[in-house]
């Protein structure tokens, strides 16, 4: 049975820039968590006003998009039977590693503070099993380390075809890496476009990260006959 | 074409109860909070050592279950076609309406603070056309009102029946009500039991209620060919 590999790229996930790091905004939001700016995500709920001057600021600051896709992914049939690798390329190309067995936080804030650690130490729990790790990597380093037969890319400005049909084709072959933008609006980067094989628009409107990949999972399911 | 209305059923939401505002966990997140206790909704993240002698304390205190499967199931092609209706009953026989056009937070806190203001004034926002309302109702109360075709509950102790069928039944009734716990753990109470007509088991092992509905939704845009 195919081994589906999900890879949530370009994420919205950073830490502050030292560019914005002395905004009014900032200053208050390190006092209340008492770190260092280095040490927080970028978060637009917070950091609204201090991101409006940043360089493509409508695709950053979205810790949120990871949490949730995580949440959307990991409790599943799929993942359970160990059949689902899920990575975290960030639009500043590093990776996070996830190990399938993490059961991440429900809250939002808390797993604000674990990404933060795993900026911080490199791989999070310390002191035991790593079950998320981050390292400096390229998509296309990713990609070619993960080793898969087949680069599907999810966006609104693919060729549409029914997800069915996508699930369908790549639950027949080992290991296909299914690409979904990790950022909140705009296209990918040209670089990261030439990785896709093929660039599919599995729906007419514009879906949450978390809502494509929750539909790719149970798709992807119903077709390796793990669901029905 | 059919329409869909979900209830998520007994969900676990509900203010601090009395009977513990005195314990010092409590009396802590009052202070931080800057509200009452009767103000701050119960949360087991916050709450854990204070809920330990509530009676079936297992079941209660869970607001991220209701925020995640609102997440999930707002943002959809379903109910963007105006073919969902969203309800939660709380477990105190409480049911909120959600107006389909709302755009819920995806910041956890922040949605806990509007449903606690939800308690305090009955409907939110205040002064503008109310996205939310809360009144006191059982659920067969409910049940009558929506006025349904049919009431089927999702649980694992119904029969088992695949989800694709389950659907392709249920998009062929003009109204179908699907019934899904809101609660961690343990059964719908024998009252609940008694107002469903048919209860299915839809996957082998339990699933999130976010990850439920994600798939309820799916499946049945699958079934009425809104997705393909």
Same mark, same amino acid.
């Given at each position: 049975?195919?081994?589906?590999?999900?890879?949530?790229?370009?994420?919205?996930?950073?830490?502050?820039?030292?560019?914005?790091?002395?905004?009014?905004?900032?200053?208050?939001?390190?006092?209340?968590?008492?770190?260092?700016?280095?040490?927080?995500?970028?978060?637009?709920?917070?950091?609204?006003?201090? /991101?409006?001057?940043?360089?493509?600021?409508? +695709?950053?600051?979205?810790? #949120? %998009?990871?949490? $949730?896709?995580?949440?959307?992914? !990991?409790?599943?049939?799929?993942?359970?039977?160990?059949?689902?690798?899920?990575?975290?390329?960030?639009?500043?190309?590093?990776?996070?590693?996830?190990?399938?067995?993490?059961?991440?936080?429900?809250?939002?804030?808390?797993?604000?503070?674990?990404?933060?650690?795993?900026?911080?130490?490199?791989?999070?729990?310390?002191?035991?099993?790593?079950?998320?790790?981050?390292?400096?990597?390229?998509?296309?380093?990713?990609?070619?380390?993960?080793?898969?037969?087949?680069?599907?890319?999810?966006? /609104?400005?693919?060729?549409?075809?029914?997800? +069915?049909?996508?699930?369908? #084709? %790549?639950?027949? $072959?080992?290991?296909?890496?299914? !690409?979904?933008?990790?950022?909140?609006?705009?296209?990918?980067?040209?670089?990261?476009?030439?990785?896709?094989?093929?660039?599919?628009?599995?729906?007419?409107?514009?879906?949450?990260?978390?809502?494509?990949?929750?539909?790719?999972?149970?798709?992807?399911?119903?077709?390796?006959?793990?669901?029905?």
């Amino acid at each position: 049975m195919g081994k589906l590999i999900v890879i949530l790229v370009e994420a919205a996930l950073e830490l502050i820039p030292t560019s914005i790091a002395d905004h009014p905004s900032i200053l208050h939001y390190k006092r209340k968590k008492g770190k260092r700016s280095d040490q927080l995500l970028l978060d637009r709920a917070y950091h609204h006003f201090a /991101m409006k001057h940043l360089p493509e600021a409508e +695709k950053r600051g979205r810790p #949120d %998009i990871i949490h $949730l896709t995580l949440l959307n992914m !990991l409790n599943t049939p799929l993942n359970k039977r160990g059949l689902l690798e899920c990575y975290i390329h960030t639009r500043e190309d590093k990776v996070i590693q996830v190990d399938p067995e993490i059961r991440i936080t429900r809250h939002y804030d808390r797993f604000l503070g674990l990404i933060e650690q795993l900026y911080t130490l490199g791989e999070v729990p310390p002191a035991a099993k790593p079950l998320l790790k981050i390292e400096d990597s390229t998509l296309a380093q990713l990609i070619e380390k993960v080793n898969v037969t087949k680069v599907v890319g999810l966006s /609104m400005h693919g060729s549409f075809r029914p997800l +069915k049909e996508v699930c369908e #084709d %790549i639950s027949q $072959l080992p290991r296909v890496a299914v !690409l979904i933008g990790g950022f909140p609006k705009g296209q990918y980067k040209k670089t990261h476009l030439q990785l896709m094989d093929e660039l599919y628009k599995i729906y007419r409107e514009r879906l949450d990260a978390w809502s494509i990949a929750c539909r790719v999972i149970h798709q992807f399911e119903l077709a390796s006959g793990i669901s029905f």
